[in-house]
């Protein structure tokens, strides 16, 4: 079992950052690849970034390229998504999630491939 736990989200200007932080609990290990995900009003969740086990192996959406960045500090069990330039488009819930059965040096892209998922956290980008 893991539980995760997303918070630092909030409402911003477009142009600024926010910082989201995905805690892990319940799994004595780092063994598991994760995943940040978001849904807007009306639309399907969509991958917005993953990383793998070690942190060695990064994946980012198109929309998010060159302004979001992911990381992890397995000591801490955390995950990061780091935002800058955010746009209105980027307004969405933001979950993540953890997939235990991932090889050690791939990334999930597919929300099918994730076994455990955080509640989420609000973004909102005001123009």
């Known amino acids: 079992q893991v539980q995760l736990v997303e918070s630092g989200g909030g409402l911003v200007q477009v142009g600024g950052s926010l910082r989201l932080s995905c805690a892990a609990s319940g799994r004595t290990s780092s063994d598991y690849a994760v995943g940040w995900f978001r849904q807007a009003p009306g639309k399907e969740r969509e991958i917005v970034a993953a990383?793998?086990?070690?942190?060695?192996?990064?994946y980012y959406a198109d929309s998010v390229k060159g302004r979001f960045t992911i990381s992890r500090d397995n000591a801490k069990n955390t995950v990061y998504l780091q935002m800058i330039f955010l746009k209105p488009e980027d307004t969405a819930v933001y979950f993540c999630?953890?997939?235990?059965?991932?090889?050690?040096?791939?990334?999930?892209?597919?929300?099918?491939?994730?076994?455990?998922w955080g509640q989420g956290t609000q973004v909102t980008v005001s123009s």
């Open positions: 999630a953890a997939s235990v059965t991932a090889l050690p040096a791939k990334v999930v892209v597919s929300s099918g491939g994730y076994n455990y």
């Open positions: 990383i793998s086990w070690s942190g060695s192996i990064a």
